[in-house]
């Protein structure tokens, strides 16, 4: 969308391609939003408090993929666990502020720390209706899986490039693809043998070059063992492209912040560096960092197309691939 010649469009790097619309659900809460989810960046509309919350619960990962920023920063980043009462002081105020939904993963693996059940129930139990988490379920096992089912999970997003041991294995590097099949088919299983519907499992690639000859294979592939079959935009994070200008401003921060599981509260989920950090979570409540000077300065740098005058922002993965993509179509 065009606002003030600034084009701004919410979730314009996710694409579903088959399966159920997992946005699509019809109780009135969950509608409500979906709608701000949409309308807040499109207006440029600083809500009282942001809709969603990425929740880090561990920067540790069991796999190694090539494109990962995990992997090839993996000796600039810290590795550890989120403790149990950062992650209810967190969830507490943003139940008390009408926060919607929580994803419990950044950098890491969400299922290799031993509470993550513990986490999705916590935040069910306060209210809120979009609970999920990406993973490479590795360790979904039959366990796991039931006691994120008793929890409440929502929906869960499973990174699998490909649908052939060869192509898989090679990007997920680590990963074994027998092991990986059976859990989403044991998860999938064992929802019907308990007769719910939840979690919903997405099954979802990074577009890589490899992918995209065989991706209708892929998505026959997928459609029959997934709730849902998507892709996201691959994003060249090896190199930053340093001073593009262009008239783009992120949705994420009219929607969405971020807290790793240090308690450091960001205002996006790309900010590798923290460069953009506003403060940690106990000395600044999410609030306090929704609505800070700094915060709004970027969104009015946003606001305004010139986003490359911040240096987080200057050859942000998810800005250079967006702008390219729409060089590509001519905007």
Known sequence: MLKNDVIIEANSNFHRVAGEDLFERRDERYMEYRRKWKEWPETFHVGEFPLFLDVEVTSACNLKCPFCATTYRGGLIKKGFMQFDLLKGIIDEGAANNLYGVKFNIRGEP?????????????????????????????????????LIDAGLDRISISFEGFTKEVYERHRVGANYETVLNNIEGLQSLKKKLGVSHPKVRIQTVMLPDIQPVFEQYRKFWSAKADEVAFLDFKEMKAKKKGMVYPWACSQIWQRMAIWWDGTILPCNHDDDALLALGRFGDITISGAWHSERLNAIRSAHTKGTAHEIPACDGCYLRDSEILKLKERGK
């Not at 999705?120 to 366990?143: H, I, P, Q, R, W």
């Open 111 to 147: 299922l290799l720390h031993p509470q993550i059940h513990d986490f999705v129930g916590y935040a069910k139990k306060k209210g809120l209706v979009d609970v999920y988490f990406n993973s490479n379920a590795m360790l979904l096992t039959d366990e796991i899986a039931n006691r």
